[in-house]
């Protein structure tokens, strides 16, 4: 029972920490008429799928959740999802929502990310996100972590996130 609610805890402190920072100030402009950098090499969505900014937020100590957020750019005509991620450092990882509700910030798990044709989807703080619950290890500031993307479609691909306070340490291609 202390573990359930040290968990719950945590994941409400977490909630809450996204949502405080969730507001970026970032005037960060995208030029949408440059192609993507990573030519498409497959017809499956893995293949077509480009990641951009993935990062991990860096956790405090004896903390066991934290977020990973990044940009998901589909560069082709079909409509895409995102259905599943795995982590291998975490109990369990869920794809989230934070949105704001009678006027307080609401998290909840969904079932997918939309990434429609020629758009993007965008995971960050206060947003779409993935959570990972039930950390092993501390995820400390300037280590780079493995994250597995699953698509509608079954395809998969791996991304590797830089662990951090903000996306805006790098951009992963």
Not at 85 to 109: C, L, N, P, W, Y
Not at 116 to 144: C, D, Q, R, W, Y
Request: hydrophobic share 40%.
């Amino acid at each position: 029972m202390y573990l359930f609610v040290r968990v719950t805890l945590q994941a409400i402190l977490l909630t809450m920490t996204i949502g405080l920072f969730g507001c970026d100030s970032s005037t960060e402009t995208v030029d949408e008429s440059k192609p993507p950098l990573t030519a498409a090499v497959s017809d499956d969505a893995a293949g077509l799928i480009t990641v951009e900014k993935a990062w991990i937020r860096a956790t405090a100590p004896l903390q066991t959740v934290s977020g990973a957020f990044m940009t998901l750019v589909n560069n082709s005509a079909t409509d895409y999802s995102l259905v599943s991620v795995s982590f291998g450092g975490a109990g369990a990882v869920e794809i989230h929502e934070t949105s704001m509700v009678d006027g307080k910030m609401r998290m909840r798990q969904v079932n997918q990310i939309d990434i429609p044709a020629n758009g993007h989807a965008e995971l960050k703080p206060g947003s779409f996100h993935i959570m990972l619950i039930g950390l092993e290890k501390a995820m400390k500031a300037g280590v780079t972590e493995t994250l597995t993307l699953t698509f509608s479609d079954g395809s998969q691909k791996t991304v590797d996130a830089l662990v951090g306070n903000s996306g805006e340490q790098h951009t992963h291609e």
